[in-house]
């Protein structure tokens, strides 16, 4: 052990806290988001299910790294990535100042939205899709900022000035639920429906044997698909 390189020490040392302190802080925002959701899913609940009980508002903690709340038809699901990041060279957010002043504010943990539709749970439809919708990302200090879009994109981009709290959580959450809403259930292209096979129709339901989906009409940073 005396013969341990010191560089080699202190590298894992710097890189394997940075991580640690990185990923520990993400699970702290998660474990806010959970709060926040919680908190939601009462104060929907109080509002809408006297004026219309059909809709359905229900908040689920699904472990460790993930949380779920169903409002309406949609379903989102909050999911923290257990590794630290870092973006390549051509991110933006290396021309920030505020990670300029600490290049270690650019290694940052990942919380990702997705939205599903509640009845691809409900009948068991496996080759319905969810879409993401924004990513969270998280630095050592427990700042974060997001990539989305509309909302999501712009008024949580302020990465030097956003503290997570509940304050700065509860609007995020609020906006991801809106723009799901939003989106309307593209109708399936009648060639997609036209044929089940018999083994469909004897062992699954009806439901279970077409894939539904929404169109969101978005991109993230580097990705190539068009815009719907």
Known sequence: MDNTNSDLVNTIL???GLAKDV?????????LFKSVLQQIEVELKSAIIAEEPRIKIQYKDRGTFEAEIKVAEDVLIFIMHTNAFVFNSAHPIWKSSYVNLD????????????????????????????????RVFVNKEGYFFVEGKRQLGILFNDYPNMKASAETIRPLIESAIAFSLDIDVDVPPFDAM??????????????????TGKRLGFKFEGETDVEG
Do not use: C, P, W
Not at 23 to 31: A, G, I, K, P
């Open 14 to 16: 710097k890189k394997g």
């Open 23 to 31: 990923t520990d802080s993400t699970f702290n925002v998660l474990t």
């Open 103 to 134: 290049k270690s504010r650019g290694t940052v943990g990942m919380i990702s939205i997705y939205n599903f539709l509640s009845d691809s749970f409900k009948f068991d439809r496996k080759g319905d899709t969810g879409h993401l919708v924004a």
């Open 194 to 211: 036209k044929e089940i096979t018999v083994f469909q129709a004897m062992v699954n339901t009806m439901q279970s044997t077409f894939t």
